[in-house]
T-cell receptor, first 113, second 110 residues
Framework: DSGVTQTPKHLITATGQRVTLRCSPR?????VYWYQQSLDQGLQFLIQ???????AKGNILERFSAQQFPDLHSELNLSSLELGDSALYFC????????????FGPGTRLTVT | LAKTTQPISMDSYEGQEVNITCSHN???????ITWYQQFPSQGPRFIIQ???TKVTNEVASLFIPADRKSSTLSLPRVSLSDTAVYYC???????????FGAGTRLFVKA
């Protein structure tokens, strides 16, 4: 158990819909990262937050957005969903200054039908 | 961010030592080398991190030559449960973007 929690575990929705994925980092970790992993794309870095502020963006679509709240939990919002958005979405957290020692949650499996 | 190159896949047998090498020719002075393990449908798990020479923990060893242009993850006496994808990452520990490459698929056979 990494200490990072993600909800829901599974999500099935239709094209065009909007969903919110939630992540709670390990106790004490201020940095949160979001990744998307699909079969043909590998593990793709989406976005990183540190203590409520966005710090880095990767291959995140404009239809996707995220935020980190004062209690440090983070949410990833996916809108106008397309079939190609079906993937595993992972959240990870780390201590400040330890960006490469990340602890990953169990992931949310999103299926868009 | 330094680019990394790893073998796409490797096969081994139970009880053998497995060495996975990662090339990172343009590694910067402040970059660290980090390895992760990922099982299917699970998030990656941090294995080991190092800067130079050798680092060992209860799971693996990491060998880094003096020029730091490559690194080798060594898994002693692998078991079937070590079948997974292993990722090599290179970057500053205070950095932000973490780029996972394709990794190395290790398949351990009985």
């Amino acid at each position: 158990d990494s200490g990072v929690t993600q909800t829901p575990k599974h999500l099935i929705t239709a094209t065009g819909q909007r969903v919110t994925l939630r992540c709670s980092p390990r106790s004490g970790d201020l940095s949160v990262y979001w990744y998307q992993q699909s079969l043909d794309q590998g593990l793709q870095f989406l976005i990183q937050y540190y203590n409520g502020e966005e710090r880095a963006k990767g291959n995140i679509l404009e239809r996707f957005s995220a935020q980190q709240f004062p209690d440090l939990h983070s949410e990833l919002n996916l809108s106008s969903l397309e079939l190609g958005d079906s993937a595993l979405y992972f959240c990870a957290s780390s201590e400040w200054g330890q960006a490469y020692e990340q602890y990953f949650g169990p992931g949310t499996r999103l299926t868009v039908t | 961010l330094a680019k990394t190159t790893q073998p796409i896949s490797m096969d081994s047998y139970e009880g053998q030592e497995v060495n996975i090498t990662c090339s990172h020719n343009n590694i910067a002075t402040n970059d660290y080398i980090t390895w992760y393990q990922q099982f299917p449908s699970q998030g990656p798990r941090f294995i080991i991190q190092g800067y130079k020479t050798k680092v060992t923990n209860e799971v693996a060893s990491l060998f880094i030559p003096a020029d730091r242009k490559s690194s080798t993850l060594s898994l002693p006496r692998v078991s079937l449960s070590d079948t997974a994808v292993y990722y090599c990452l290179v970057g500053e520990t205070g950095g932000f973007k973490t780029i996972f490459g394709a990794g190395t698929r290790l398949f351990v056979k009985a």
